[in-house]
Every structure is written in structure tokens, then in C-alpha cells.
């Protein structure tokens, strides 16, 4: 029997509202949605059992157990095949459980956003050969074939998405795009939810994620946002009534509650979102759903037939509300659009979370103060009328695969190659390359920003974010 883990690390940040490391968290406590279990690990899990009955599939969570936990689960279990989805929160431990894992004799596999933007400097500084070797492949991309087909021991050359070392030389195979209808549905007993429910804040328990589409339209059509680090090529949709039916049976089975929809732009296709509203608009019992949308595809109707459906806490990803910040982050976002949508969504009853990013490109005082200013008017204007919404500020982080790690790169040459960095450090050197406010002014506007909302908030749940763990 092979004997497969698929790891999830913690990360050693802290949730630490007011420090620049709080920042890279965009965490502020009270309305706490996490844990939640990992999609990533669940569906490669799934397709693996499915195809390859004979393994046994280990889903090991960060977010559940700590550090010494999961070394304490390598060294017993004996894992054939490790495979590990690094974030650029993350790496640092991610290379630690490696190393381990390697000592105790298992292959390492990486993969997922961070590993498919570096996947050459990562096989290049810890791939066989290499003075730090415990990485053996990166797949990027889908994960959900080629990792089954790694495991079913698939001459390397032959697997589509592999990305290898031989003969100190790093190939990459084709790249194979899956169609999503095509995957199993995920099998949620691969875990233990009740792990995760007993973890949840009590107002939103019995909480789970879910993944009813893949990337989005702004990246396929135009260029992506500047910051934005997502790899997937182009939106991909699944079939609206085999997502209706999986949910159905996800409620029956384990008495779900919430769902967070994963995908990062679900309306990206409003005759999708029409039909997959239509069939959950007509049923009793409906869970909520959190989503992300973008706020330029928010009005009237759409606000409305979120509320039909039960849709309640909705991310914006509205980044900034300077007219020059915005235009910089190529979102097609403009302050209006971004206040409009919040309006709209917190007049039809809903809980609007814009995402904010300070720091971008050309960030100054003025820019800082005109975010400051709507920041402020919404949550007065929104208190007032007894609605609510929750900001989540961060600071902006050049991250790997992103437009803006590209143009730091050209600036911070020390930065090429490598495939691990202080993440504080090159927060410091894009201030000082790219912005006209230093970090710590731009840190004690996030601060008065958070305790202003805070304030104006106490009352409701709106002084809180959505990023938590
Ligand atoms: C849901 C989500 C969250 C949830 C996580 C809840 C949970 N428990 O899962 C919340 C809101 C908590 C969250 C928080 C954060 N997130 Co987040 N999140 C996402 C999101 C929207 C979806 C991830 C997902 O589940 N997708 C569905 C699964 C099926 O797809 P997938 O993960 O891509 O996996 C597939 C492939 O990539 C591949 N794959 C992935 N891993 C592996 C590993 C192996 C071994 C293999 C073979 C293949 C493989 O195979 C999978 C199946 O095809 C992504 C964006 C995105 N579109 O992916 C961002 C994303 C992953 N998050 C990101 C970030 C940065 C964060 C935060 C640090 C936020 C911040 N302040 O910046 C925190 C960190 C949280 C933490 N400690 O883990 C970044 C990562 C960037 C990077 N390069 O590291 C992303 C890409 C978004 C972005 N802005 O660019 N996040
Ligand atoms: S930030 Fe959102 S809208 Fe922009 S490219 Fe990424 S997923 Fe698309």
C-alpha cells in the first residue's frame, strides 16, 4: 500500500492586528470564518482514491494541529509521497517539513500558486542536485491527474504539469488544463469536518468550502490585476446543476450551514450565476454562502438575487479607494464603482467586506487620506442606517507570479532566483522603490483606519475582517 501525505503548513505569523506582520495577515479578530478544510488537499485526495484505490491518503491541517504535531506525524507514519501547497506565508515552514520528510525517506511533491510561479528557482535551489535537496517535483497547475499519475509511478517525462530536475537540467512538461465537470465531486469524508466545526465561531458553524469554478475573466480577457498571483488562465465553470445537487447532498450529509464559495469571481459569467441562483432561490433551507466578486459586477438585481439565495457576507475586492491607486492596480476599478457596490449590498441587507491594499504603487498622503476619508463615510453612512460591513486592510506585498513581482524584480535584482525571501524585508524594499509614503506611516494608517471603523462599529459585527485562519 503506497502511503500518501498531503500537508498543509501553519504559518509562524501571528494574527497581530497593528504590527506591519498583523498587515501581512489583514487580520483583526472577532468574526472568525476559519478553519475551514483545504480544498486543495481534498481534491487531490478525492481523484486519488478514486483512481488508485490501493493508497491511503493522510490530510494533514495546519490550521488543526501545530508544527511539532505534523513532524511527530512524519516520522510515524512513513509516508511514501509527501505533497505540500506552500503559500508565500508559508514557504519557510513548508521547506522545514520538506527537510524532515525527506530525511525520513519520502518523495516531495509541491504545488499550487506559489510552487507553479517558482517552480524553476525552487527545483533549481532544492531539487536533486541541489546543496538543499528535498523537493523533488513541482506540478503546476491542476493538480488532481498529474499528482495521481506521479503516484501511480508514470514515467516523469509522460506526466502533463510535472516540472522535474534531471541531469541538473529543470523540464517542463506540456501543461493539461482539466475540465472541471470531468472531477469527481470532492469527498468531504476525507477529513474529519467535525474537526473544523468544533473550531468555528459558533455563528458560522458547520462551515465548509467548496469550489463551484476556477480563476477568472478579468485575467482571461485583459491583463491580470497588478498584484494578484493567481496562475489559473481562464474562468472555468461547473455545471450549475451537478454543484446544485452536490450541495444538496452536502446539507443532508453533514447539516452544512455555510458555504464559502472559493472561486474569485463568480459572477464572472452572469448567465452562470443566473442559472445557479435560479435553482437555489426556489429551495427551503438554504445554507449561506460567502463569496468574492468583483464590484464592478455588483447592481441592483444582482444584490437582490444574492439575497434571494442566501448569500450574506460578500468580499469585495475593491483594493483602494484613490482614483490614481486604482488605475495603477489595473483592476477597472474606479472609487465610485467600489462605494456603489458596498451600497448596494449593505441596502439589500447583505455584509459587504471590501478588501482594501495599502501601499500599492505611487501610495502618498493623498492617496492614503482619500481611502481614509471613504473608508470613514461608508461605515458612518452604513452604521447609520443599521447596516453592516467589515473592511480587511492589508499591506500591499509584491507576491511571486504577479505583474508587481515582475516590476520589483527589475528593481530588487537580489530578489531573482530565489525561491525564498523575508516577506517583511521585501515588504520594506517595494516601500522604498515603489511608494511615496514610508511603510510606517502607511502602518499607522491602516491602524486609524481599523480603529476608526472599530468605533463606529462596536455595535455590530462590521469591525472585523474576513481573513482569518
Ligand atoms: C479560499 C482561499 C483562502 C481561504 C482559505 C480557507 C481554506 N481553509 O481553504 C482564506 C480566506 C482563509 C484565505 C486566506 C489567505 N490566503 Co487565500 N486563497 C483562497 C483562494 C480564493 C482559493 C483556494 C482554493 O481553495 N482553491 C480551490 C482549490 C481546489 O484549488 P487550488 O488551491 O489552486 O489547488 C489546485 C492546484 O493549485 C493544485 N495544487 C494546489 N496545491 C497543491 C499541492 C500539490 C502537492 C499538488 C500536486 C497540487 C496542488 O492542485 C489543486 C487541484 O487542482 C485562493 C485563490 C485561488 N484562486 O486559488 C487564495 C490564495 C491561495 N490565498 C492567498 C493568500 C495570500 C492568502 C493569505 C495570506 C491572505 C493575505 N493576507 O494575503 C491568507 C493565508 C491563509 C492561510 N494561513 O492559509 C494567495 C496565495 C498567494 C501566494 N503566492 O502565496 C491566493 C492565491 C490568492 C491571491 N491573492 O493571490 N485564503
Ligand atoms: S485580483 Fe481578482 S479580479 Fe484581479 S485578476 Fe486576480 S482574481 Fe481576477
Redesign the pocket.
Known sequence: MIKIG?ITSP?SLKINDFSIKGA???VEKNLKF???????SL??ATYLRESLPVVKVDIIDG?LIDFQDIIYRIRNEKFDII???P????YKETLKIARFAKKCGAKI??????A??LRREILQNRGPGSDDYCVDAV?Q????K??YEYVAGKPSSKINNLVYRENNQIMENPVEILNLDELPAINYDLVNLNDYFVRQDPRFRRAI?F?SQ?GCLWAEKSKRCFF???Q?KKLRLRSPEKVFREIKVLIKKYGIKTI?E?G?DFLGSKEWFGEFSDYFSGIKNKPSFKI?VRPSHIDFKTALAFKKMNIKYVTLGAESFSEQILSRFKKGLTPEINKRAVFLLAEAGLFPMPNIILGGPGENAKTLSETDLAIRTISEKISLTGGECGFSI?IFRP???SLAWQEFLKKETKYKGKDSFSLIKSMKDWNRDFCKADLKKINLARNRMISFIRRKNRDTLANCS????
Open positions: 498531503l504559518s501581512i495577515l489583514g476559519s478553519p475551514l478544510p483545504r480544498l486543495w481534491a487531490l490550521s505533497g505540500l501547497s503559500l508565500v506565508i508559508n511533491v509541491l504545488g499550487g500558486h506559489y507553479t510561479a506540478i497547475y491542476d493538480g488532481e498529474a499528482f468550502t469550489v476556477r494578484c498571483s493567481i489559473d464559502h472559493v474569485d468574492e492589508l507576491d511571486p507570479g474576513d481573513k482569518l485562519f
